[in-house]
Antibody, heavy 120, light 110 residues
């Protein structure tokens, strides 16, 4: 059974940084692309970033490009998202998500999410 | 703002069928597979349909997907009160090099 557990969220001031982690279990982590998807309070889904199974390919939403960095450690079954230069509009629940393929096709498993609140 | 447009809401009586449209362009829906997700309030989304019309094992066949040109459609037949949720389409956008979600549609069972 696939399990994705996010940690690292919290309240942070604008301009500061945060690092989110996702512990994966129940599947062969190194075989699948992994993603981050966020959802602001009362809003729709917003895709953030994807990393290929081997970590060699990464893509980002324009809204976070240059500020966020996705990475993974296949030896530890961990996914990360480094959030820098945070803005109020980055406030959202951040979900760790597993893809059906080695990069990106469809998200078949989601974590419950961790809340990031950017406020002064 | 999303590049994929969905109606804000649809509704029907129990047992009836609803369809949810997802409109895009040639850079996204027109040349890439579409997925559909269901989300209940306060919970993580769930994959319903992938590759335009495929269901994961165990998913009820009341849910169906189709695609034509730059639009995709999710159908829910035999509507049940338990189907009340938000539904999102999603696909890769080759021009943006990014995955995009639709604006979301709330399904209400009358």
């Amino acid at each position: 059974q696939v399990q994705l557990v996010e940690t690292g969220g919290g309240v942070v001031q604008p301009g500061r940084s945060l690092r989110l982690s996702c512990a994966a279990s129940g599947f062969t982590f190194s075989t699948y692309g992994m993603q981050w998807v966020r959802q602001a309070p009362g809003q729709g889904l917003e895709w953030v970033a994807v990393i290929s199974n081997d970590g060699n390919n990464k893509y980002y939403a324009d809204s976070v490009k240059g500020r966020f960095t996705i990475s993974r450690d296949n030896s530890k079954n961990m996914l990360f998202l480094q959030l820098n230069s945070l803005r109020a509009e980055d406030t959202a629940v951040y979900h760790c998500a597993k893809d059906l393929t080695t990069l990106i096709l469809a998200i078949d498993s989601w974590g419950r999410g961790t809340l990031v609140s950017v406020s002064s | 703002q999303s590049v994929l447009t969905q109606p804000p809401s649809v509704s029907a009586a129990p047992g009836q069928k609803v369809t949810i449209s997802c409109s895009g362009t040639s850079s996204n829906i027109g040349n890439n597979y579409v997925s559909w997700y269901q989300q209940f309030p306060g919970t993580a989304p769930k994959l319903l349909i992938y590759e335009n019309n495929k269901r994961l094992s165990g998913m009820p066949d009341r849910f169906s997907g189709s695609k034509s040109g730059t639009s995709a459609t999710l159908g829910i037949s035999g509507l049940q009160t338990g189907d009340e949720a938000d539904y999102y389409c999603g696909t890769w956008d080759s021009s943006l090099s990014a995955y995009v979600f639709g604006t979301g549609t709330e399904v209400t069972v009358l």
